[in-house]
Nanobody, 123 residues
Framework: HLLESGGGSVQAGGSLRLSCATS????????MGWFRQAPGKEREGVAT???????NYKDSVKGPFTISIDNAKNTLYLQMNSLNPDDTAMYYC???????????????????WGQGTQVTVSS
């Protein structure tokens, strides 16, 4: 199971830190990722990370967003800085054990999903 937390409402330029607590899986054996879906839009990949720490980011979030994992806590994080209204979406964490060298940003590549946490950025 994957359980996201940390979402909320912030003004443009603000920061949030999302967490994804896992149970029933050993995070270091999985590709982990953050995805988001805005109303009326398709779900898209934001950032992914391998168990070895290799990251992959959507171009528009490179720099302001940082994905990380704490293997001891079995928890995935997404630090989001310099948020803007375009970042408003439901954010989901996901996991899959089929990839090792580089985790894809394609949502269809992941089998396990959390319920999501809402992020709202106002201008």
């Amino acid at each position: 199971h994957l359980l996201e937390s940390g979402g909320g409402s912030v003004q443009a330029g603000g920061s949030l830190r999302l967490s994804c607590a896992t149970s029933g899986l050993t995070i270091r054996r999985y590709c982990m990722g953050w995805f988001r879906q805005a109303p009326g839009k398709e779900r898209e990949g934001v950032a992914t990370i391998t168990s070895g720490g290799v990251t992959n980011y959507k171009d528009s979030v490179k720099g302001p967003f940082t994905i990380s994992i704490d293997n001891a806590k079995n928890t995935l994080y997404l630090q989001m800085n310099s948020l803007n209204p375009d970042d408003t979406a439901m954010y989901y964490c996901a996991a899959d054990s089929r990839y090792f060298l580089r985790c894809p940003l394609v949502p269809g590549s992941y089998n396990f999903w959390g319920q999501g946490t809402q992020v709202t950025v106002s201008s």
